[in-house]
């Protein structure tokens, strides 16, 4: 099964911009957000992925992303992990750096903590900077979507909400 549970939430919110929506801004930016849950496509199974990130006036921000994977046929496994490390916006795009990734837990025992931390710090090897376009910005809600993310899959927009 391929990973892309890991970032793909933390990809979302994350990119390389020109046009900025109106009250847009670091400071209105700060504060805790839902994202999700969002479906993102893949042939051998369904992946729903929701994240809540609290963005910190000084940059820096944290974020829980729950992964539910379905595969056909069989009964969905959770997967939950905390990312934490420094945020900005650059124009109208929402650039994450992700420093350090703990996985927390899955519902398939499989999955051992150390088995999912193994697959985090490859991930987060391949890859640590993620940014996202933001399309709209209302003050309560975000509407985003992935530039240039790892998979093409991941490439689906998300609203967010100001917890």
């Known amino acids: 099964m391929r990973w892309i549970v890991v970032f793909a939430a933390a ?9 900025r929506p109106a009250g847009l801004s670091s400071q209105s ?3 805790t957000w839902r994202c999700g849950p969002i479906a993102i496509p893949d042939p ?27 595969p056909h046929g069989k009964s969905p496994v959770v997967i939950q992990d905390r990312a934490s490390g420094t945020w900005l916006l650059e124009g109208d ?4 750096k992700i420093e350090e990734v703990k996985f927390l837990s899955s519902s ?12 985090q710090d490859d991930m987060l090897k391949k890859k640590s900077v993620y940014r996202s376009r933001i ?4 003050g309560r809600t975000l509407r985003i979507v992935p530039v240039e993310p790892t998979y093409k899959e991941a490439e689906v927009e998300s609203l967010c909400k100001r917890v």
């Open 108 to 119: 398939d025992s499989w999955i051992s903590n150390e088995r999912g931390q193994k697959v």
């Open 44 to 70: 051998n199974y369904d992946l729903v992925v929701s994240t809540e990130t609290i963005n910190r006036a000084d940059g820096r921000y944290t974020s829980l992303t729950t992964s539910v994977i379905t």
């Open 29 to 31: 930016l700060a504060g």
């Open 11 to 19: 990809g979302l919110l994350a990119g390389c911009a020109t046009n």
């Open 135 to 138: 399309l709209k910005f209302t």
């Open 93 to 96: 795009i929402l650039v994450s």
